[in-house]
């Protein structure tokens, strides 16, 4: 479950594309001088220490006034003493001054006392409380007083009474944790694993130290060398951190070394969103990423075990976002930045990272889509999410099933977000985000925010609506997840454009839907075709939810957007995102308020209701084009579909901007072009020859650029392509045996993967 999130605020808007200029400084410097990177950590450290030194009577009396003790685990203990005695206990460790031990081994000595708040007969009040109310039940935070104990326990300051208290109040809490041996790839049990294994190094001498230990290692199985089964951006960085712990504690080095490590480290870094941020995608919100700086320190051990620059720019990228948010780092931060000052290697120079749009990482365990200008604060970016539950972990995913409440969760911590849009930025705006984490438990009324309609995707449902009923009310249900499995269909860069093809496939409900998205980069325009099959005959209402702070302006199937603020976080900047639904046959739009994010939003789609046979397509077309907010009178691309030949099978979309005119095609079934026989190739181009216009062909997308009388061609999974009634490209002959009918050899033509041309 969410760990206690620290009080942040920040006032500052997103940094502009002068920033970008000034990171690029930055890591410039740190790339000169990378020895001060030690230093600097250290620095911060010290000064986040003595910040928290002094904030820490006043934290208390908050707590004390309001300790919001936990229904998961009862005596919710308030965690700025241990993150605090963790850091002061580095320091010592460091440095070796004993004022550093005497201030860690004081605020663990009097945080048993805490309980001293409790009313009379709390013990009662859970089952687990047979042996008295432990110092700590919250599991999130056992790790730094383990770790505490570990450290201080050669200084003469971790002596006697003090020590006999201390070893005491950690004992009783390990024992707790004990009672709810929680297992599985994911950060609950990878945290229990960290702490019961630290505590037994640091008490080999107590009873209870070897059943600890043999609780660890069974549970830290699970986590290293094994893909994680969470997909949230809040709990990656816990799980990491702690099977880092985990096996620097059990004398693993092939955990840090292992190829999903490896995995990773990519899949993170090439995450990273002009705001400096991982994106918040399943339960996560908008500074997940920044939680308690864990990213920083896991970066750095990437950087040190893989000799990797990149990771090492991330770590810097990741630090810099925090500094630009918070004047000086909390006890929390500072504790994992120990972390990032112990493993971090300053001989790994840091690499700015290169490319553009890419898959991130694969369609298996990944599955997200980057679509990006570049990398700077100023860049555009999109990322597409189509993550599954998957086939892997399937234990642990049961175990959790059956043991708490996560019914509306995608196994774990995840959101009913396939073939969402995560975020949309450019220039420094952000124009579309995710739904953010829960408000309360277990996920609030009908399953916010977790269910799809939080989320930028299509929503299907097996009823028809009522023209009168409330799309949101109508779509809204017990929240429970919905499994569904989603495919990578297609990916390619072409010349003009990128796009994806991402599949979720619902037997339950009876559809096929394809996501298509395409970035055209010079016009900067983004068009998403959502094709969806039925597979069953049934009633069907679809709705396209696109979410947004607010709405700017709205005329017939146009809308202009923008978002001021995520939860408390201003983020407004001087760009907004034009809505243009350009499939609108039959279908109704509008907006409605919807809480997301802690905070009251917009929800505009586009919605019909019919019934539908088996085979029926219904297609939407929208276009999302970020425009200037404050010149409204900007000139923009003008984007307009363009007839085909098979109407509800293929979408054409044209794009112009000034004298220049580019067309997208997309063929939306792909199985109307294989013949009826089982013969090899079963690719016909008759069959699935199609009109774009003036464009004639079979491929499954194609960008036509024409600009000052040049055409230029890219075309994927085709085999001939014609404009203007001249053909352009067309697939070789071939002669093709073992002809599974047993017949004779036959001339065939296959598909040419990519072919791009000039004319």
């Known amino acids: 479950m969410k760990p206690m999130p620290r009080t942040i605020e920040y006032t500052r808007s997103l940094r502009s594309a002068v920033m970008s200029v000034v990171l690029c400084c930055t890591l410039v410097g740190a790339v000169q001088d990378a020895s001060a990177q030690k230093a600097r950590y250290l620095g911060e450290i010290r000064e986040a220490a003595e910040k928290g030194w002094r904030e820490l009577p006043a934290a208390l009396q908050r707590w004390r006034e309001n300790p919001n003790h936990s229904v ?7 965690p700025q003493p241990l993150y605090l005695a963790g850091v002061y206990a580095y ?5 070796g001054e004993e004022f550093y031990a005497e201030r860690g081994v004081a605020l663990l000595a009097a945080y048993g ?20 109310v432990p110092p700590v039940s919250n599991f999130f935070f056992l790790a730094p007083f383990v770790r505490a104990v570990r450290e201080l326990k050669g200084s003469v300051a971790f002596r006697g009474a003090a020590r006999e208290k201390i070893e005491r109040d950690l004992a009783e809490s390990i024992d707790f944790i004990f009672r ?7 950060n609950r049990a990878a945290l229990r694993a960290e702490a019961l294994l630290g505590a037994a190094e640091a008490m080999p001498e107590n009873k209870h130290s070897a059943r600890w230990r043999a609780m660890a290692l069974g549970i830290g199985a699970d986590n290293v060398r094994h893909w994680e089964i969470e997909d949230a951006t809040v709990y990656h960085p816990v799980w990491l951190h702690a099977v880092f712990s985990f096996g620097d504690l059990a004398g693993r080095t092939d955990v840090a070394r292992s190829p999903m490590m490896h995995f990773y480290m990519e899949y993170f870094s090439r995450l990273i969103a002009p705001s400096g941020l991982i994106p918040d995608f399943g339960d996560a919100y908008w500074l997940s990423s920044l939680e308690g700086l864990r990213m920083v320190a896991i970066f750095e051990r990437m950087a040190a075990t893989f000799r990797d620059g990149g990771a090492k720019w991330s770590a810097l990228r990741l630090l810099e976002t925090a500094k630009d948010r918070y004047d000086t780092l909390s006890a929390g931060d500072a504790y994992y930045l120990c972390d990032a000052h112990r493993w971090a290697d300053e001989t790994i120079v840091p690499r700015h990272p290169e490319g553009g749009s890419e898959e991130v990482l694969d369609d298996v365990i990944g599955k997200k889509v980057v679509f990006r200008s570049g990398w700077n604060p100023a860049s555009t970016y ?16 049961s175990y959790l099933r059956n043991t708490i409440s996560v019914e509306e969760e995608k196994m774990h911590h995840g959101h009913a977000d396939e073939n969402s849009i995560v975020l949309l930025m450019d220039s420094s705006s952000v124009l579309l985000h995710d739904a953010g984490y829960r408000n309360d438990l277990p996920s609030g009324p009908y399953g916010a925010w977790r269910q799809d309609y939080f989320h930028n995707r299509l929503v299907v449902r097996n009823e028809k609506r009522d023209q009168r009923q409330n799309v949101l009310a109508f779509v809204q249900n017990a929240g429970a997840y919905h499994p569904v499995r989603t495919q990578k269909i297609d990916f390619v860069n072409l010349r003009d454009a990128d796009m994806s093809r991402t599949r979720v496939t619902d037997e339950t409900r009876g559809y096929v839907w394809d996501r298509i998205l395409v970035y055209a980069r010079d016009a900067g325009v983004f068009i998403v075709v959502d094709a969806v099959k039925a597979t069953r005959s049934d009633y069907f209402t679809f709705t396209n939810f696109w979410h947004a702070g607010a709405v700017l302006d709205s005329n017939r199937h146009a809308f202009t957007i923008a978002v001021d603020s995520i939860g408390d976080h201003p983020v407004a900047g001087h760009r907004a995102l034009k809505v243009l639904f350009l499939e609108n046959t039959a279908k109704s739009e509008g907006y409605s308020p919807i809480s997301r994010h802690s905070r009251t939003e917009q929800a505009l789609y586009q919605t019909i209701s019919s019934q539908y046979k088996t085979g029926d397509m219904e297609v939407f077309v929208t276009a999302l084009i970020p425009v200037d907010r404050v010149a409204r009178g900007a000139r923009i691309p003008r984007v307009s579909l363009v007839p085909t030949s098979r109407p509800m099978q293929a979408v054409a979309v044209r794009i112009d901007v000034g004298e220049d005119r580019l067309t997208l095609g997309m063929k939306l079934d792909l199985e109307s072009e294989l013949a009826r026989e089982n013969i090899r190739p079963r690719y016909q181009y008759d069959l699935g020859r199609t009109t774009y216009g003036g464009a004639e062909t079979d491929a499954h997308f194609f960008t036509l650029r024409e600009t000052n009388g040049e055409v230029q061609v890219s075309a994927v999974n085709v085999l001939k392509f014609a404009y203007a009634g001249t053909t352009m490209m067309t697939a070789l002959p071939n002669t093709h045996g073992l002809q599974l009918d047993g017949s004779k050899p036959r001339v065939g033509f296959s598909k040419w993967r990519v072919w791009e041309s000039t004319n």
Not at 72 to 78: A, K, T
Not at 113 to 132: C, I, S, V
Not at 180 to 186: D, N, T, V
């Open 382 to 397: 999109l990322l597409l999410n189509y993550r599954d539950e998957g086939d892997g972990g399937w234990l642990g995913r």
């Open 72 to 78: 998961l685990w009862g005596y919710n203990s308030p």
């Open 180 to 186: 709810f041996p929680e297992w599985g790839a994911h």
């Open 91 to 95: 320091l010592y460790r460091v440095t």
């Open 113 to 132: 006392d805490l309980r001293q708040t409790l009313p009379a007969g709390f013990e009662a009040t859970r089952a687990e409380y047979e042996q008295g």
